[in-house]
Every structure is written in structure tokens, then in C-alpha cells.
């Protein structure tokens, strides 16, 4: 079953996704990885602005290649998104909705996501050719500076994405591996 | 003795890289389809789909199948009678390094330093093994190896009572802790024996190897088969996702090593196994 959802994300969806469903996300979504998470964080913390409203919103683990002359955007698949776990908590206080990034979340990350009903998906690593062909517009609105770190909004239709972490307490990645341990003994 | 213009291997490095990204192995492509036919899970079966899918975009556009297109590493076996005119062995590489990242629009991901963290802008410096050898030409060997399987790589000094068993434990250990990180299926690279840094460089070579090809040492090829099947029966499966494929395969290089030691490296790789080689007679 493929669910599709229209961002930014609204309650009802959110507390309709259950860890292991397959959805399909449209709309505008934020690019943030480690350089990027450390300057809002450190901005946060010293009571400036953000350069993004995260209000609702869905931050994407990812530092593309550069995009050769006439592409939207280069190769654009998920990075690792444990390394974010240290300021994802505020973020998700601030407001922030979802994730999408692969990989492991900590206790802290997991427990945030079901106190403030938030959602983390995954995107398939190393498909970055084929994430991108679901991104539609991409451009770059914060921290130039970053190169490939720096915050771009970018438009996405249909990006391909599993429900790792829901507002449940799911995991599908503690989930499925119990599921196929058993079956595979 | 043979000359080997610095220019020559410039121009081939910088193709190595550009291909290695763009185009993924046979080795790997046929696994992926294998698996497509036994993994049970159906989740599972999306992700290898996905996969295969993406590889054949990278080749068709000729566009980088993962956005990390890696660290260089190279294994050279440099002829003892081969010369180099032009310039040095490792500046070459560096230089065919950095126009193949630049020109191939490949992603640069190395800063100059640990701590100040800065981009040096051009994937540059490359890691450079250089193994001497008796034959008259240079073999380059390269892969654009990723962060995230290589961040939950791991070495350990066993004891030689810990035997077989305990480099089994460690090993299925390691790849369980990996989990969804490394983005499985994996490729596992072993390296048991030598010492402290042997050992891991013993892993790293081992992951050149292609899938499907067992160490010629009968012992150790039947430790790999071993391996491989449990590990796949973890469950982990494509992504973590949970299914049956966790690994491709697994690798083991075994060296020497001192009577009181039992080194194990486990370098992991995932799917996204970039490998070229490059005969320069
Ligand atoms: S671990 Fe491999 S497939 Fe995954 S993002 Fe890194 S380079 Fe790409």
C-alpha cells in the first residue's frame, strides 16, 4: 500500500502514518545536514532568527553533487541522520514536523517525535539518481557559504519514502529486522 | 624498465573516477538482481527495485548513483623496474583525482583537517596504498568509498582463544550495530591477521575483490560462505527495513600475524560498491 502525502504535513496525516508504510511526499521540503543543523542550533541558542520558519515543516538530510548545466539539482539521496540527533530535539520543539534522512535515531530524537507528534522517514540511500528525478525545483535560500551544506528549499512530487519513526513509538527498522530475524531462522 | 608518462596516468585516473561513480559494477548489478529473486520481504524487493532502477539512471545519464561519490582510495601495484617521468606517483593521482570530481561533477567531500574542518574544494588528497611488485607495469586500483558504511567500520584485537567463534561474534556484531546506517545490503570486508594496521588495510583490500569471487584459500572461502549466510539471517535486510538480504557478500583477506595476536577488521561497504582498475603497461 503507497500513501500520498501533500506537504507541509498537517495532524491527521501525521497521526495516520505507521512505522513500515511506503508514502509518496509532494510539496516543499528543506535541505539541512551537519554544517547546517550546527548554525541554526548555535543561532537558536544565542536567540537570533532562524533563516527558515520550521513551523510544520520537513528538513531532508542531504548534501547533493553539484547539477550539471541544464539539471534541477544533482544527485540527491539521503545521508546519515544520526549525526543531526544532537539538535533535532529543539528543532522539533521549535516546530519542525518531519525528517527525511536514513538511518538509525536516538532515544532523544524518538521520544521528541511522539511528545510533539512528528514524523521521520527514510528515503532509500545511495538511490540518489533516481530521488532525484522527484525533485522539482531546488535553490539555495540560506548559508551559501555551505556549498553543498547550505539550506536549499527545494519542490518535490511523489519523493519515494518509508515511515521509520511514528508517534507511536514504531520502528521499522527494530520492527522489520525482529520480523525477518524469526522468518529467516 | 618501463616509462610511464605523470600525464598518462593523470587522464586515466580522472576517468576512473567519473566511471566508478557513474557506472556500477557487474558484480554488484548482478547481485542486485539475485536478490530481487530471493529476498522475501516485499519491502525489501522495493528497495532493490529502487536500486537497479538507479543504477541503470547513473549509466543512462552518466550522473553520480550515490550524491556521496566517496573518499578515493587506490591500490597501486607499482612495477619495482616501472618509472614515472613528469612528476611524482601520488601527485598524479591526486591531480587525475581532482579533474575527474571537478569535471565529472562528482560531490567533494574532504576537508583539510579533522578539527578546522574546511573543504579542500577538489576531493583531494586521495588515500594512496602502493603495493611493489615484480611485473613490468602499474594496476590502479580505485574505489569511491562512502561515509556512512565506513563511519561503522570496526577493528578489534581478539584473543587467539577467542578463535573462528569469536571472529564470527564480532563480525555479525559489528553488522548489526550498522543496522540501517551503512545502508545495506552491504558488502563486508574482513581482515583477520597481520597487526593493528595491517589488519584494517588487510579489510579495505579485501573489499576490491569482486562480488561472487572467494579467497583462493579453501578454509577461508568456506569461512566467508559461513559468514554470509549469517548474516543474512539477521533480518536486517535492504535499508534495515527488515528481509533477507542484508549482505552481497562477504570478504576475507588472512595474513601472518604475532603469537599472541588475533586482529579483526570489519570494513564495511555498501551497496554502493565503486570499483575500477587500470592496467598501464
Ligand atoms: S553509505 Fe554508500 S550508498 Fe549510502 S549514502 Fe553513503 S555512499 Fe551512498
Known sequence: MQKKIDLPLNHSDIVSLKAGDRVLLSGVVYTARDAAHKRMYEQEEMGMPLPIDLTNQVLYYVGPTPEKPGEVIGSAGPTTSSRMDAYTPKLIAKGLKGMIGKGYRSDEVKQAIMNHKAVYFGAVGGA????????????????????????????????????????????????GTTKYKRENE | MKIIEYQTIVEEVKEMCKKANYNLGEDVYTAFSQALKTEKSETGREVLSQLIENADIAKAEQVPMCQDTGTAVFIVELGQNCQITGGSLVEAINEGV????GEGYLRNSIIHHPLDRKNTGNNTPAIVHIELVEEEHIVIHMTAKGGGAENMSDLKMLKPSDGVDGIKEYVLDIV??????????????????????????????????????????????????????????????????????????????????????????????????????????
Open chain 2, 98 to 101: 581532482a579533474k575527474g570530481y
Open chain 1, 128 to 175: 540518489a539518481a533516481l530521488i532525484s528525478r522527484s525533485i522539482k525545483s531546488s535553490e539555495v535560500i540560506a548559508y551559501p557559504d555551505l556549498g553543498t551544506e547550505a539550506i536549499r528549499k527545494l519542490v518535490i512530487e511523489n519523493f519515494p519514502v518509508f515511515v521509520i519513526n511514528d508517534v507511536y513509538g514504531g520502528d521499522i527498522y527494530i520492527d
Open chain 2, 176 to 281: 548489526k550495530k550498522a543496522g540501517p546506517n551503512a545502508c545495506p545490503p552491504l558488502v563486508v570486508g574482513i581482515g583477520i591477521g597481520g597487526n593493528f594496521e595491517r589488519c584494517a588495510y588487510l579489510a579495505k583490500k579485501s573489499l576490491f575483490r569482486p562480488i561472487g569471487i572467494r579467497n583462493h584459500d579453501q578454509t577461508i572461502a568456506a569461512m566467508e560462505e559461513e559468514l554470509m549466510m549469517e548474516i543474512n539471517r539477521l533480518g536486517i535486510g535492504p535499508q534495515g527495513l527488515g528481509g533477507s538480504t542484508t549482505a552481497l557478500d562477504v570478504k576475507i583477506e588472512a595474513e601472518a600475524c604475532h603469537i599472541a595476536a588475533l586482529p579483526v577488521a570489519v570494513n564495511l561497504n555498501c551497496h554502493a560498491s565503486r570499483h575500477q582498475t587500470s592496467i598501464l603497461m
